[in-house]
């Protein structure tokens, strides 16, 4: 499972508050959708690599990974464009796309999600007034971000213990040998992960926040 | 400090230590706690017992994860029927699993959670969360993925998480028992330097050596109730006949 994490480096683009990041991150997809000229789309792109390779100074991995991991689905939209409309719009699409995911990657890779999530939970504000607590939305997303992993990884130890014993784990049946005791094994843990939130005083946010999050 | 919901006034006192009074639990129809009257004051209580004799259940009553359902249980005083916010700021709970419990992606922001619940201020949150991380070797590993943590790591975050909030007792669940003797052995000592009260619910008897009291539970009785020693002799002897 790879999720762009944090990287830790005492950059200035690790110190620009959250909010900030996020704004540019959206203030960059309206600009590479409102001006879509090669000048401009190749421009955003060179600015994201720079900020995060040598600005934000984070390895080139994290840049790679996540390039790796979108790059059918720009072959795809490059030969669809290529055949439908034509090769320069085919080929800006693409940029523009790649520029967006490697600026969220270079967002996530030096941004803390307690600082991430507290900006959701400042935008999230307004709902206070019909009852939503802002605080728990930004815990759902933090334990999103905590469990899918682990989730991963439980599910990877089911297979290797059905492997083992020469069980199938491809196919239907696979799948449904493995989705079951997932299942089973993903509901005991809610339960504990409810009790250990519960010992650990989530009942007692204050329905305001005394002081934002640290960044 | 803040404003609480709970209208009554809470009166702690924590001279009275733990009393349970008449507690009897069921799920369903299965009873699991029966006639349990106990005093709990001394500071090391280890809860031994056969799979499925009520440890477990037993543990959670005392921070009010579990009410009892008949009888009650006090913490310095304050009923977990009542007061379970006051009784769950006192009693610190450590689970078996410590995936279980880690409920933040990285080290530092998971120690940090039980602060932020008690509207701890974030310049203190963050010298409290540095000081313990530091105490349990994970300093180093501040900003990491806790998913990449070793187990033994896991369960010392998982600790740490809970020591940082200063619970005045803690509740261990079996809290060596997915660990290796290294990281057990690291436990127990932690579990030694503690100066809170704490009631270690555990399968590994070297665990007990130097507790005050040990409780051998049975089929949700406890049935022996002393000195290590003679505990953990009556234990081993139900044991035998089984
Ligand atoms: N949430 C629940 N719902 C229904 N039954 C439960 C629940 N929790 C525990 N039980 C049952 O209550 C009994 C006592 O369980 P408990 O977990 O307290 O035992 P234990 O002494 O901790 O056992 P172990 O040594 O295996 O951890 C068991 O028979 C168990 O199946
Ligand atoms: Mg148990």
């Not at chain 2, 799979?51 to 994860?65: D, E, H, M, P, V």
């Not at chain 2, 009785?221 to 002393?226: E, L, M, Q, T, Y």
Request: with cysteine.
């Amino acid at each position: 499972m790879t999720l762009a994490l944090y990287v830790p480096r005492g950059t200035v683009v690790h110190r620009t508050p959250a909010g900030w990041k996020l704004l540019a991150l959206a203030g960059l997809s309206v600009l590479v959708f409102a001006v879509p000229t090669l000048p401009v789309v190749c421009g955003a792109l060179g600015a994201v690599v720079v900020v995060g390779l040598v600005v934000a100074r984070l390895p080139a991995a994290v840049l790679l990974r996540q390039t790796r991991a979108v790059r059918w689905m720009l072959v795809a939209i490059f030969i669809l464009h290529a055949v439908l409309t034509d090769v320069l719009t085919g080929t800006l699409t693409v940029l523009r796309l790649l520029a967006l995911v490697l600026a969220a990657a270079v967002v996530t890779a030096t941004t803390r999600v307690t600082a991430m999530v507290a900006v959701v939970e400042r935008i999230c504000r307004p709902l206070e007034w019909v009852g939503v607590r802002p605080a728990r939305i930004g815990l759902v997303i933090a334990m999103a971000l905590r469990f899918i992993p682990l989730i991963a990884e439980r599910a990877d130890r089911i297979r290797d213990a059905q492997a083992a014993r020469g069980g199938s784990v491809r196919g239907l049946r696979g799948l449904r040998t493995t989705v079951v005791p997932l299942l089973v094994q993903v509901l005991q843990l809610a339960h504990t992960v409810s009790e250990a939130l519960d010992a650990r005083g989530a009942d007692d946010v204050p329905l305001r926040r005394r002081d934002p999050r640290a960044t | 400090m803040r404003l609480r919901r709970e209208t009554t006034a809470p009166v702690a006192d924590p001279a009275r230590g733990i009393e349970l009074r008449g507690v009897r639990h069921v799920y369903g129809d299965r009873v699991v706690l029966s006639e349990v009257d106990l005093h709990l004051t001394e500071r090391r209580i280890g809860i031994v017992g056969a799979n499925g004799s009520g440890k477990s259940t037993f543990a959670r009553l005392l921070n009010g994860l579990v009410v009892p359902a008949t009888g009650s249980v006090l913490v310095d005083g304050l009923d977990t029927r009542t007061h379970v916010r006051e009784v769950r700021r006192r009693v610190g709970f450590v689970f078996q699993d410590p995936d279980a419990q880690i409920v933040h992606p990285t080290v530092a922001e998971d120690a940090a959670y039980g602060l932020e619940n008690q509207g701890v201020p974030a310049a203190e949150r963050a010298a409290r969360v540095a000081e313990v991380l530091e105490r349990y070797g994970l300093a180093g590993h501040a900003d990491h993925p806790a998913h990449l943590l070793s187990g033994g790591q896991k369960q010392l975050l998982a600790i740490a998480g809970v020591l940082v909030m200063r619970p005045a007792r803690i509740v261990f669940d079996e809290p060596t028992t997915l660990l290796d003797l290294v990281n057990t052995r690291r436990v127990a000592q932690i579990i030694d330097e503690l100066d809170q009260q704490v009631v270690v619910v555990t399968h590994d008897l070297e665990l007990l050596d130097g507790f005050d009291r040990v409780l051998v539970f049975d089929a949700g009785r406890v049935v022996a109730d002393g000195p290590p020693d003679s505990s953990v002799a009556a234990y081993r002897a139900l044991m035998v006949h089984r």
